[in-house]
């Protein structure tokens, strides 16, 4: 089968490097034990702050993990990832990285964007750490804002639910109500739009408001929701929910309809090998390349600052092609070659809300 639009962590590396600003200032004092780069082979290298849901949940957090697989690997240094806690405050973020940066990681990384306030305060209280965030903006000399397109890859996913739904209804789970989630949501809509001419209808809903109710944590909640849209028909389901997407693509397995994953290529993930036959695609979105990438710029000491934006131009998002099962419905491989090329030629604008 032609491939579509798999990641290519070192295509994404070389990208993202190619923006490199310039290495981050600041003054030492009795608050700044960071380092302008990381301290080699046997010293400390990248750390990272997991977000809601935490290692394991075959998606987000476990991207993030296979950048920080990757930098130990290949820079030889000490690294570390860190748990979230139930309930927690901004306080308690701002505490676990400020942690990590007195111990000497750099960088240090916080995986999602829930980091934000937290990230900005301990950036503050050690300028010369470099600090990391995904799927958030902060503004300061010494971090790197790591941020997708994901609308991009959900328009693809959209013009596949278009291509491989029989009911001409399909469905959207997102985790939380947020402006992020927002975006898969409405990248999906438009190419199943795009794709059916409006015949198929899309149902979408959020487990939560927000993410201390479990909206990306809780594979029950998710297991719900899909079975309450596979009862009004929907034969192709899209889950933009972390850990509780797991329970949409149970459900999906259980009703012998289509799952769609996200941010990892989730036909491939161990964890969900009893369901990967219903698990048409994923959404892709190389966290763990745009860690990599952050890392090896710190390493080097040229550290990236800014935002940092992974698109399809630069194969930061994608769709995956793992399950052939799509080389077998009509039309679909050629739909999506399409559709990519044109919204990276700019013919296609993909909406984000």
Known sequence: ???????????VGVASLALAATACGGTSSDKDSGSSSSEGSGGKGLAIAYDVGGKGDQSFNDAAFSGLEKAQKE?????????????ETDADKEQRL??????????????????????????KKYPKTSFGIVDSVVEAKNVASLVFAEQ??????????????KSNVVGFVGGVDVPLIHKFQAGY???????SGGKVKVISQYLTQ??????????????????GQIEKKADVLYAAAGLSGQGVIEAASKAKVWAIGVDSDQYNQKALA???????????????????SFAKSVHEGKPLTGTQTFDLKVNGVGLADS????????GLTDAVAKAKAAIIAGTIKVKTS
Do not use: C, H, W
């Not at 820079?75 to 309930?87: L, N, Q, S, V, W």
């Open 274 to 292: 009893a369901y990967k036959a219903s698990i048409l695609t994923s959404a892709l979105k190389d966290v763990g390349g745009a860690v990599y």
């Open 1 to 11: 089968m032609r491939r579509i639009s798999s990641l290519t962590r070192v295509a």
């Open 152 to 165: 991009e890859s959900s328009y693809l996913a959209g013009v596949a639910a278009a291509k491989a739904t």
């Open 323 to 330: 399950n052939p099962k799509m080389a077998e419905i009509a």
């Open 98 to 123: 400020v942690s990590l940066a007195k111990q000497g990681y750099n960088p240090v990384v916080g995986i999602g964007f829930a980091y934000g306030p937290a990230l900005e305060a301990a950036a």
């Open 189 to 195: 809509e438009q190419g199943v739009k795009d794709t």
């Open 210 to 227: 927000t993410a201390a109710e479990g909206g990306f944590s809780s594979p029950d909640k998710g297991k719900a929701a899909a079975e």
């Open 75 to 87: 820079f030889g240094y000490k690294t570390a990832d860190i748990e979230p806690t139930e309930g």
